[in-house]
């Protein structure tokens, strides 16, 4: 009888395991001929060694599935065994970007949504600009996600400029981070959707996934990372040229931004607009405009928008 060592990783065991070993007991009833003893992240197989390289394979397929699913049930585990459950993440439905938590489908829901997509698997930069609700950083996390999962990229960088919206950052309770914290919250929120709370904290501890203020990314150099610049609407012409050349090895950087929503106390200080004209020339460059029929908020949004382009058209804005 030989044994094996079998070392957990990409999933909390708690998850694996399923409540009360519910999960662990199934799999392992599926190998009788095994002895199989779990703590914590390490797995001891004792048996004939092809039916221990059997098992370490079907469990290794159900970390990947969880990967990409956010769960795993019995049924799952009887799937596997049945040959039918896993497909390729390169054979996924053309529009679904990620499984997100509980399983969820993320995918891309209007046309220039599907642009960036195929933008990105050409581009190593893009720049996707429109208004608030069409699903432009959404996307954009999808993506970046996706890359991760695909082990496309080793990391996830999310930025945003800390400008107030009409507040006062310096009047807000807390520290530095608790200050700046509500300023980033889309971004978490996008990521609790497509990362389990448990693994997006393993990663945020690990730098796995990193979210910070755009004034935190100078003197950086971003290699094999996806980074997300939101907001740009809200950056100058020097700040725009920071963060794009952070750019490393195996980068793929994504710029979004709202170019009717800018917060800086001059409109005119903004260069996202002035940046795009610029780097249009430039090839492995791509440029997605979204607009009102890719907002996928409440139907109310989207007359909300309209009305508001018609007046600042009247007032000149």
């Known amino acids: 009888m030989s044994e094996k060592l079998i070392v957990v990783e990409g999933i ?6 399923g409540v009360n070993n519910k999960l662990y007991n199934h799999l392992a009833a599926q190998f009788p001929k095994l002895k199989i003893v779990a703590r914590g992240n390490d797995i001891k197989v004792f048996g004939e060694d092809n039916e221990m390289d059997d098992f370490e394979n079907k469990l290794l397929q159900l970390i990947d599935y969880h990967a990409r699913r956010g769960r795993i049930t019995t049924n799952d585990i009887d799937r596997l065994f049945a040959g039918d459950l896993l497909e390729k993440v390169q054979d996924l439905p ?8 509980d399983g969820r489908i993320i995918r891309a829901r209007t046309d220039n949504q599907k642009k960036l997509v195929t933008a990105c698997e050409k581009n190593d ?6 208004p608030a609700g069409s699903g432009k950083t959404y996307t954009a996390i999808a993506l970046a996600v996706r890359a991760l999962k695909n082990k496309e990229v080793k990391r996830i960088i999310l930025t945003r400029p800390a400008v107030e919206a009409g507040e006062r950052l310096g009047f807000l309770p807390g520290d530095m981070k608790e200050k700046l914290d509500p300023y980033l919250q889309p971004l978490y929120d996008a990521l609790h959707d497509m990362i389990p709370s448990k693994k997006l904290e393993k990663f945020m501890e690990d730098g796995t996934v990193q979210i910070a203020p755009l004034a935190y990314m100078r003197g950086r150099t971003l290699d094999n990372a996806c980074a997300i610049l939101d907001e740009a609407q809200n950056t100058t012409v020097g700040q725009l040229k920071m963060f794009l050349t952070r750019m490393g090895h195996n980068a793929k950087f994504i710029v979004t931004g709202d170019i009717t929503q ?9 260069g996202l607009s002035r940046v795009i004209n610029w780097l249009q020339p430039v090839k492995g460059i ?3 405009t979204f607009n009102k029929r890719d907002i996928i908020r409440h139907a109310l949004v989207k007359d909300i928008v309209k009305e508001f ?4 058209e009247e007032r000149g804005e």
């Open 12 to 17: 909390d065991p708690v998850e694996l395991y």
């Open 94 to 101: 053309a529009d679904v970007l990620v499984y997100g938590t």
């Open 125 to 130: 930069l893009l720049f996707a600009v429109g």
């Open 262 to 270: 800018v917060d800086l106390p001059r409109r005119s200080d903004s």
């Open 286 to 288: 791509g440029f997605v």
């Open 309 to 312: 382009e018609k007046n600042e």
